[in-house]
């Protein structure tokens, strides 16, 4: 079985659990997920989100649009200026 067919039949249980396994770090017997375990979990959880969700709930997703009671400074998401000031000379 490859990796497609692999998600392809992944039941939302077993997704769950190598979604839960990532953010702990380890399986659910306690030992500890490898780098390249935890590699492997992050492809398949990410491509049964794609797969299977709206791209609203899948693993990641940033909302950009602006929300009232944020500390925004306005609805256009206003940039303030930053003006650096070199002190260096001055110690001499």
Known sequence: MNFKEMIDNMSPEVYGRL?????????????????????ICMQAVI?????????EQRVGYIDRTVH???????????LDTIKWVDDSDQSK
Do not use: F, M, R
């Open 19 to 39: 979604k839960q396994a990532i953010e702990l770090g380890k399986w659910p017997n306690g030992v500890k997920l490898t780098p390249e375990q935890i590699e």
């Open 47 to 55: 491509t049964y989100d794609y797969t299977n969700k709206s791209e």
């Open 68 to 78: 009232k009671g944020c500390d925004s400074k306005t609805e256009t998401l206003e």
